[in-house]
């Protein structure tokens, strides 16, 4: 099993090491089995995310995370994704909820990676009713030791 997570940081500060964040998302990739990835976990400001939302999703403003799975044409290639996240924006949203940055960083890790991994949620209010929400959530709490050291 090879499961690669390459986590990087764009000048803004993390509130999570970046070994945790990496073994977050290696814990997300197993509990989905999967058996092969290469990952990139990138973390960015506000307004490099604004940029990137408008660019590739056309929309406008800084959001908290975007993922994409990377098609790769080889027959059994490895799952490839990106995830780029923002903190300041994770900040914003932990205080809003009521919940800790660290675990809303978590949380947007676990997301990315699902989203790399296929899964999907409707807009709006719908999402946190979502099966990809609650996923997520149970995600969330089994890599709790990760975030919370």
């Known amino acids: 099993m090879s499961l690669a997570v390459d986590v990087s940081s764009d000048g803004v500060r993390i509130p999570l090491s970046k070994a945790a964040v990496a073994a977050i998302a ?9 058996a092969r990835a290469r990952l990139s976990v990138t973390f960015v400001s506000a307004r ?50 009521g919940s800790g940055t660290r675990e809303e960083v978590a949380r947007l890790v676990v997301h990315g990676t699902l989203h790399v991994v296929g899964h999907d949620h409707p807009a ?9 929400w609650r996923r997520q959530e149970e995600l969330v709490a089994r890599t709790a030791r990760e975030w919370r050291r």
């Open 26 to 34: 290696r814990a997300t990739l197993r509990a989905e089995r999967i």
């Open 48 to 97: 490099t995310i604004a940029g990137l939302n408008a660019r590739w999703l056309g929309h406008r403003g800084p959001t908290d995370v975007i993922a994409f799975q990377l098609p790769d044409a080889r027959r059994g290639a490895p799952l490839a994704g990106e995830v780029y996240i923002a903190p300041e924006v994770a900040r914003e949203n932990a205080r809003a909820v």
């Open 124 to 132: 709006g209010d719908a999402r946190t009713r979502s099966r990809m």
